[in-house]
């Protein structure tokens, strides 16, 4: 077997994911502004997202340059910012400044960023120019399916991208959101976690 109804199962995954950001009607979200100026995303329902207090499920997953990221190295160490996204998704391209000021304004202070991609190692070369063009600073790593379910984003609940998750040093998920969020929310989170 050369591993294509894995690379099938990532693709149908990702343009199922984009057809439903692309076509489903938006979700209502307590989490979510009215005045927000971000597309509203739909959510995948009956998904239950980690929350806040929840301990981190851990993982290995490869970057794009095929080195291992371990999250369970962070601890103790740094606290991490898990930024699940998908290069079909609109909403995750419209957070990405703002993902890559907090890498800048939070580097060498304590906090990893890691944007977990779900289109899988076949989107790798667009990836690459992508994260040229834009100029993306921080850590991008692919997740990966096992047994028709994703490694990372399954145990966290990902029912939709964008998804942010803020574990602190002791492996504990202190915010998480499906959607969009303000930087401002975001600066103000990550600053209680690196105290």
């Not at 794009?64 to 699940?84: P, R």
């Not at 600073?137 to 399954?154: P, S």
């Amino acid at each position: 077997m050369t591993g294509h109804p894995m690379k099938t199962r990532v693709v149908a995954v990702t343009f199922a994911l984009a057809a439903a950001v692309a076509f489903a009607p938006p979700p209502s979200s307590a989490q979510e502004s009215k005045e927000s100026t971000f597309t509203k995303i739909p959510t995948v329902k009956g998904i239950e997202t980690l929350k806040a207090g929840a301990k981190a499920p851990d993982f290995k997953v490869q970057d794009l340059e095929g080195k291992e990221f371990h999250l369970a190295s962070n601890a103790g160490k740094d606290a991490v910012l898990l930024f699940f996204w998908s290069f079909f998704c609109g909403p995750c391209r419209e957070e990405m400044p703002m993902i890559n000021q907090m890498t800048r304004e939070f580097q060498g202070k304590g906090l990893q960023v890691v944007g977990v991609n779900l289109d899988g190692r076949e989107t790798k070369k667009a990836i690459d120019k992508f994260v040229v063009t834009e100029k993306i600073d921080f850590r991008i790593v692919f997740d990966e399916l096992a047994d028709d379910a994703f490694r990372v984003a399954d145990p966290y609940g990902v029912g939709g991208t964008p998804a942010l998750f803020l574990v602190d040093r002791k492996g504990v998920v202190a915010f998480s959101v499906v959607g969009a969020v303000t930087g401002e929310q975001l600066k103000e989170e990550i600053g209680k976690v690196l105290k």
